[in-house]
């Protein structure tokens, strides 16, 4: 049998601090390629078209998430009844150093042999990274006991932050000097394709401590197939019974469509933002950098909340302030701002973030910022409070697929009503709806531990 989560010793502090670096080693690929360098590459360079790139950003994220959602919950009950997790996240983890790789081939104006090709590897890229979190995440509740979890979640997610900052200015510092370092020429977009083959290596190198000093479960004894059989039999039991699991599905529902939305809000804001504006690499990369700082404080000033104060309490208060960013961010077009007061919109040679439209954007990625980074940190930290001790990687799968059952649907409704409305800011509306409902379910969740079920 395999030890019971959380009731062995904490593991060593540095043990504890590999574990975290998983994060500072995965986030430079949410960061520079979906967010805030590549995914707007791809929609003004690659497709060279707002309207349509983001369509297909959009059903690009959604296969992603699909793929995630059919297969999360099986892997993780097979881990759960196998259990290690690190065999897991080194398969995972050299996925997405695959598909990250690749986007390097990416150049301007590609044909739609190209586009399907770089399309397929944000999906292969995409695929590891959030499989290898699942496992990753699944290690958590046997590092630390359970009135610490949050400032561990906290600390890993703002460690993530902080990666994903200092990636972004490597980004910046490589690409702003005229000529790009490194001979990367801006005729072919090198400076834009080249953060691709920065991630993988990035992704590489820093997941290493994680492997070397973090424990990881102890085996259970079965075999490869056995465990396979095990975990999906355990796995449709829990499924078959899920209603006895009643406030971890509500849980679960809440979290899958809040997620939804607070994925659309972050995976096409710079996308947003360069078609609104026509921010170039530069503008992107500041805008970044000021969502990830106040991302950072605000995973670690939520993780000591998490503990203090709740996990449910911290998740809702961040996902207000999502809210209010969401709406401030859609208020801003048509020559307006807060959706009825007149104010200029940037035109060409005018400077950096010269207008008040513009101003306005920045101070909602601060609100978008500390908002984020508790909202995601705490949602982590609250499965682990609610899930029998030893299903963890199992409902961490049933959590990555809250994350992605609907995930894709939130792309590619965004997908469809950019086409429908002509428009990005009504294919982006939708991500109100998500965080709405979300929020609201989620005040029926009671952050109590449920005991397992008797298996059979």
């Known amino acids: 049998m395999s030890a019971v989560p959380g009731t062995a010793a904490p593991a060593p502090a540095r043990g504890r601090f590999a574990w975290a670096m998983f994060d500072w080693a995965n986030q430079p690929y949410f960061t520079v390629v979906i967010t805030f360098i590549y995914g707007p590459y791809f929609v003004t360079y690659l497709v060279g078209d707002p309207v349509q790139g983001q369509s297909l950003w959009g059903y690009t994220q959604s296969a992603a998430g699909l793929l995630i959602a059919l297969t999360a919950p099986f892997l993780g009950a097979i881990a759960d009844a196998g259990g290690p997790r690190k065999p897991w996240i080194l398969a995972f983890t050299a996925l997405c150093i695959v598909g990250a790789g690749a986007l390097w081939f990416g150049l301007p104006g590609a044909d739609w042999t190209m586009l399907a090709f770089i399309m397929a590897m944000v999906v292969v890229g995409t695929v590891g990274v959030e499989f290898a979190v699942v496992f990753n995440n699944a290690m958590l509740p046997n590092l630390v006991p359970d009135d610490r979890m949050g400032r561990l979640s906290g600390f890993g997610w703002g460690l993530g932050y902080v990666g994903g900052l200092v990636a972004l200015v490597i980004v910046l510092a490589v690409t702003l000097p005229e000529p790009p370092l490194f001979g990367l020429d801006r005729a072919s977009q090198a400076h834009n394709r080249f953060v691709g083959p920065l991630t993988a290596v990035w992704f590489a190198l820093f997941v290493i401590p994680m492997f070397v000093f973090t424990p990881d479960q102890p085996r ?29 599905a509500l849980y679960l529902v809440a979290r899958m469509i809040y997620y939804d939305g607070q994925t659309a809000i972050f995976a096409f804001g710079g996308i947003y933002a360069a078609g609104l504006f026509g921010w170039g690499t530069t503008e992107l990369g500041l805008f970044g950098i000021i969502i990830l700082v106040f991302g ?38 048509d020559g307006k701002v807060l959706f009825v007061v007149p104010a200029a919109l940037p035109v060409a040679d005018d400077g950096l973030f010269a207008t008040p439209a513009e101003w306005l954007f920045i101070a909602l990625a ?46 590619f409704a965004v997908g469809v009503l950019t086409q429908a409305t002509d428009s990005q800011r009504g294919g982006l509306s939708i991500v109100v709806v998500f965080l709405v409902v979300g929020l609201v379910l989620l005040r029926f969740v009671h952050e109590q531990r449920t005991e397992p079920l008797t298996r059979r």
Request: with cysteine; hydrophobic share 50%.
């Open 366 to 411: 601060v609100l978008l910022g500390i908002s984020g980074g508790p909202a995601q940190a705490a949602s982590r930290t609250m499965l682990a409070r609610l899930a029998p001790r030893d299903m963890v990687a199992e409902f961490y799968g049933l959590y990555a697929l809250s994350g992605k059952a609907t995930a894709f649907m939130a792309p």
């Open 296 to 333: 950072a404080v605000g995973c670690f000033v939520g993780g000591a909340m998490d503990d203090r104060l709740g996990s449910r309490f911290t998740v809702t208060l961040a996902l207000i302030g999502l809210l209010i960013a969401t709406l401030g961010v859609l208020s801003i077009g």
């Open 220 to 248: 259970t004894g079965l075999g490869r197939a056995a465990a396979v059989r095990a975990g999906i039999t355990n796995l449709l039991t829990t499924l078959g019974k899920l209603r006895q699991y009643r406030n971890i």
